[in-house]
């Protein structure tokens, strides 16, 4: 419908937790990462939540390999690409600090300890108050990840205590249905929502067989999603994920069909060089709208401004990422 916001798609390939024995299609190589990331960028994903393994396929949070992961993605795609500083359960608290020493866009931050299956996802008050401040010091734009209801009181103390975020606007993923989280249900969904900040963006996940309740109950109350082989293995009763780009492509057609499209990623795939220019190119017609680098233009952060790294200025909200938080290139409208 006319002036409906575009759905931000967010795509988590791989994860901490699977193994890639029981799991072939998980991507667990940094030539595996980049393929599924240029796929899923075609299927209709703008951010890709990033894990990634060593040379055994284990977790890791090495920096140089964390580097050389964001180096490869923006040469290689146009996705905006975060960095998760949960690692894995047993990383400690400054190795996943030292996950922003590779510069990413955004990054994930927690904000609350979890009971996560039969383990601990340890995230207390001190932790997390100083990886917000260094996403701050850093500007890095963090996506605060709400495991259950409690930890939206945390989000509410961290901004009172410590301001906004970097880029100024508040973006959440409430990951629903992990074995000592929130369920993933509707009333739950709408229950967190309810209590988020004023002004804030979300996106949901639902872990497993939570995975297409979340994805419909966001779309129907406005939120965005993320899908991926982190979170879900099983595409279908009996039917694995085969990869990844199957996931985003169900969460694309689904956005479509409640005329919330896709987001686009905000600065352009790489691609074969542009043809030159014809030698007397006809005199442009007088544009109808503004570009929003147009200096005629009164300053101010509207619809898809909240993060951009080159502040829109625009008199009118941006329909197509407009509710996108972590954009980064300049719009027209």
Same mark, same amino acid.
């Given at each position: 419908? /006319? ?22 299609? &998980? /991507? ?53 690409? %975060? ?9 400690? =608290?400054?190795?996943?600090? *030292? ?26 008050? #001190? ?5 917000? %401040? ?7 734009? #963090?996506?605060?990840?709400? =495991?259950?209801?409690? %930890? ?26 992990? +074995? ?13 929502? *309810? ?20 994805? &419909? ?15 879900? &293995?099983? =595409? ?10 199957? &996931? ?17 990623? /905000? ?5 074969? +060089?542009?043809?030159?220019? /014809? ?20 300053? @101010?952060?509207? @619809? ?11 008199? %009118? ?17």
């Amino acid at each position: 419908m /006319p002036g409906s916001p575009a759905t931000l798609i967010t795509v988590a390939p791989t994860g901490a937790e699977a193994d890639k024995s029981a799991a072939p299609a &998980l /991507p667990v190589t940094l030539s595996e990462l980049i393929v599924t990331a240029k796929e899923c960028e075609v299927a209709g994903a703008a951010v890709i939540h990033v894990h990634i393994r060593d040379e055994a396929a284990r977790p890791t949070l090495d920096v140089s390999r964390l580097a050389d992961t964001v180096a490869a993605l923006r040469e290689g795609t146009g996705l905006i690409v %975060q960095l998760s500083t949960g690692g894995a359960v047993t990383d400690s =608290f400054a190795s996943r600090l *030292a996950v922003l020493d590779a510069a990413p866009d955004a990054c994930s931050l927690t904000c609350g300890t979890v009971n996560f299956g039969d383990d601990v996802f340890a995230n207390p008050w #001190p932790f997390i108050k100083d990886l917000y %401040q260094l996403t701050q010091e850093r500007q890095v734009v #963090p996506e605060f990840e709400l =495991f259950d209801l409690g %930890q939206v009181a945390t989000l509410h103390r961290l901004l009172a205590e410590f301001g906004p975020p970097a880029g100024g606007h508040v973006h959440c993923d409430l990951v629903m249905g992990v +074995p000592g989280g929130m369920p993933g249900d509707v009333a739950t969904l709408a229950a967190a929502v *309810a209590v988020l900040p004023a002004g804030a963006t979300w996106s949901a996940t639902g872990i497993g067989r939570t995975a297409l309740p979340v994805m &419909l109950g966001a779309l129907g109350a406005g939120g965005h999603l993320r899908v991926g082989m982190e979170d879900t &293995l099983t =595409f279908a009763r009996g039917r694995p994920v085969a990869r990844n780009a199957e &996931l985003v492509e169900r969460a694309a057609e689904l956005a479509r069909l409640a005329q919330r499209p896709p987001c686009p990623p /905000p600065r352009p795939a790489p691609s074969s +060089p542009s043809p030159p220019a /014809p030698p007397n190119p006809p005199a442009p017609a007088k544009p109808s709208k503004k570009s929003a680098n147009d200096p005629s233009l009164p300053a @101010g952060v509207y @619809g898809c401004g909240n993060v951009h790294q080159r502040v829109c200025r625009l008199s %009118q909200p941006y329909i197509g990422c407009g509710v996108s938080p972590l954009s980064r290139g300049a719009c027209e409208v």
